[in-house]
């Protein structure tokens, strides 16, 4: 049998380190989500070789509060895949493979896709809508050519440099049905790197506290 085979017949606490809740896998080589053992809150996976996360991965385990995928090759994600993780708060999902964004679980807080091929049309206009709870919000190094749409009021940091961004507009950040309206929580909004240039979209900063850094000339 090939050492990948060996891996994933192994019990996932001697694979991994499992330390009261929390269960380490990074750089072991594994192609797919281990199994883990019920009441898992944290499961650190960065640097491996998992393609594809399934919604049977993480069907049993509600208890998940962290999950981190960083450096895979993760290409795929099922839809349903994080759908049941109510408890959910950070997800890192940075340095992958992914075109496109499954739907996220409503308690997130902080949410990585920096560094992966995701362009606009992988997320849906609604896609953070509902996120009342998101503060962290990073998608540098992708192939977005606008800003996503539909940002919830948490939003306090936002990373969207090294895209291909073209376009804003008036509603992006702002209501430009309401000029008193003020954006008070976003302390950070990054845009370096895209080939917009901020200065002709003065209006779309309008209830920002601070202009976002980028090229302005």
């Known amino acids: 049998p090939t050492q990948n085979t060996l891996l994933s017949d192994l019990p996932t606490c001697l694979l991994c380190v499992c330390l009261s809740g929390s269960v380490y896998c990074e750089e072991i080589d594994i192609e797919t989500v281990p199994p883990l053992p019920k009441e898992t809150a944290y499961l650190y996976a960065r640097f491996n070789k998992i393609k594809r996360i399934a919604v049977s991965d993480f069907a049993d385990i509600t208890t998940l509060r962290r999950i981190d995928f960083s450096g895979n090759k993760i290409e795929e994600i099922e839809d349903g895949a994080f759908s049941k993780l109510l408890l959910l708060e950070e997800l890192s999902l940075a340095e992958n493979r992914l075109i496109k964004l499954p739907v996220l679980p409503p308690k997130l807080t902080t949410f990585n896709a920096n560094q992966n091929r995701i362009k606009s049309r992988g997320i849906k206009a609604n896609a953070f809508k509902k996120l009342t709870n998101l503060a962290y919000l ?66 779309a900063f309008s209830c920002l506290r601070t202009l976002p850094v980028g090229t302005y000339y």
């Open 138 to 203: 990073y998608l540098g190094h992708n192939a977005l050519e606008s800003v996503p749409l539909n940002l919830p009021e948490s939003l306090r940091i936002l990373h969207l440099q090294y895209n291909n961004i073209t376009t804003i507009t008036d509603d992006t950040f702002c209501k430009s049905n309401n000029t008193r309206y003020i954006r008070t929580r976003m302390d950070e909004i990054r845009m370096e790197g895209n080939p917009i240039l901020l200065a002709k979209h003065v209006n």
